[in-house]
C-alpha cells in the first residue's frame, strides 16, 4: 500500500513537473489591424530534440461568450483543414516548417470586423498541454472626405462641405481649415480658436459644433470676395488615420448657380 501511495505521489509530481516545463507563449499580446488588411499571428511554444510529429495537436480559435471558431488545428502532426470554421475558410495560412522551431503563425488575410476578438491556441506534445491566447481588433478605417467643386459669386454665403467617414465624433479633436496653404480657421475641443485663425477669415468662417459628433466639419464661408476662390483643405490632425484631410475648390462664376446654402442644422460659431 505504502508502494503504491509512492508510485502515486511520483506520477503527481511528474505531471506538475511537465506542465510547468511545457509553455505557450505569444508573441504579441494585442494587435490592431484595418479592415481588409492582412495580419500574422504568432505562438511560441516548448519542443525538444525527441519530439515526434504524431504527438504534435494544436487547435487555434477565435473565443466567443457562446461559441469557438476554427481557424487552424493540427492532430496528430498533420494539419486539418477541414476543421476549419466557414469564417476563415481560404484566408488562413500557416507556415508549417517553423512548426519544428516551437513557432505557430497563422497568415489572416482580408481582414473583417467580425475578426475582432481573443484568440487562443491549444497546443499538446509529449512533453505536456498549455495554451495562450492574444487579441485582435479589426477596425474599419476612418477618413477625411471632401466634396466637388463649389460654386459661388462674389457676395455669397456658402458651406464647403467635409465630413468623416465612417462617421467619427471629431468634438475633442483639433479641425484646421487652410486655403491656398494658410490657416483660417480652428477648432479645438470644440471651440473656435480665434488665436490660431486667420485674421482676414475670422469674422467670416463658422462651423457647427453640433454636428461635430457625427463627423461634419463643415466650413460656412459669408460674404465671398472674389479672392475667396480658390482651394480649401480640411485637416484633422490628430486623427489616427492614413487620409486625415479632404479637398474642397471654390470656383467663382459671375452669373452661375449660387454656392451650397444647406441647411446649417443649428447655431454655428
Known sequence: MKMMSSILLLLILSSCLCAATFVVNVTQSSYQAEEKQNITLEWTFTTKTQGTWKNLFIICSLVRPDEELVLYRVREGVE???????????????????????????????????????????????????????????????????????????????????????????????????????????????????AASNKTHINRTFMFPEEFEKGNISLKLTKVTQEDGGNYICFVPDLQSQVNQGN??????????????????????
Open 80 to 194: 486539418i483543414p477541414e476543421s476549419q470554421d466557414k469564417q476563415f475558410s481560404g484566408r488562413v495560412q500557416s507556415n508549417k516548417d517553423v512548426l519544428k522551431e516551437g513557432r505557430i503563425r497563422l497568415h489572416v488575410s482580408r481582414l473583417r470586423t467580425e475578426d475582432s476578438g481573443l484568440y487562443q491556441c491549444d497546443v499538446k506534445t509529449e512533453d505536456g498541454f498549455n495554451n495562450a491566447d492574444c487579441r485582435l481588433n479589426v477596425f474599419v478605417p476612418v477618413k477625411v472626405v471632401g466634396h466637388d467643386p463649389i460654386h459661388a459669386k462674389v457676395g455669397d454665403d456658402v458651406i464647403l462641405p467635409c465630413h468623416l467617414k465612417p462617421p467619427f465624433d471629431v468634438k475633442n479633436l483639433a479641425i484646421e481649415w487652410k486655403f491656398e496653404g494658410q490657416i483660417i480657421h480652428v477648432h479645438r475641443s470644440g471651440v473656435k480658436d480665434n
Open 248 to 269: 474642397v475648390t471654390l470656383i467663382l462664376d459671375e452669373n452661375g448657380p449660387q454656392g451650397s446654402l444647406t441647411d446649417t442644422r443649428g447655431k454655428y460659431v
